[in-house]
């Protein structure tokens, strides 16, 4: 469980790194990668809980546009943890939905994949 943590962490960091329009800042570094790892447990209680109702809401989606609509509920599932962090106090802010949080979402996805074949559990 913790790895996954470490791993939502790290992809929503590398996310904020790169895509212009998501931030994620805190008082110093210690708050700042406290406030990953809360992130880290939001997207992961997001991703076990919310994602597959969406997902199943969405199927027929899923089916036309070939698995591309894994995109468009990747950037909802990060809107979503942006307004959650937003009520916690966490500074995590996705700017606008198209552009950051779908980039972002392609982000996270990439850089997932590629840690969960790094690291294992």
Same mark, same amino acid.
Request: hydrophobic share 65%.
């Given at each position: ?9 790290a992809a929503i960091w590398v996310a904020a790194l /790169? /895509? ?9 570094? $210690? ?6 790892? +809360?992130?880290g447990v939001l997207f992961g209680f997001v991703n !076990?809980?919310?994602?597959? +109702? /969406?997902?199943?809401? !969405? ?5 036309? !546009? *070939?698995? *591309? ?16 962090? $937003? ?22 996805? +990439? !850089?997932?994949? +590629?840690? &969960?074949? /790094?690291? &294992?559990?």
């Amino acid at each position: 469980m913790l790895t996954k943590i470490f791993i939502n962490a790290a992809a929503i960091w590398v996310a904020a790194l /790169v /895509v212009p329009g998501v931030d994620v800042t805190g008082d110093g570094l $210690g708050n700042t990668l406290l406030t990953l790892a +809360v992130l880290g447990v939001l997207f992961g209680f997001v991703n !076990t809980f919310i994602k597959p +109702v /969406v997902a199943f809401a !969405t199927m027929p989606a899923y089916l036309l !546009t *070939l698995g *591309l609509m894994a995109f468009l509920v990747n950037a909802l599932m990060l809107e979503l943890v942006s307004w959650m962090s $937003g009520k916690l106090g966490l500074n995590f802010t996705i700017d606008d939905f198209f552009w950051s949080a779908v980039l972002a979402a392609l982000v996270v996805t +990439v !850089t997932s994949l +590629v840690l &969960r074949a /790094v690291i &294992r559990d």
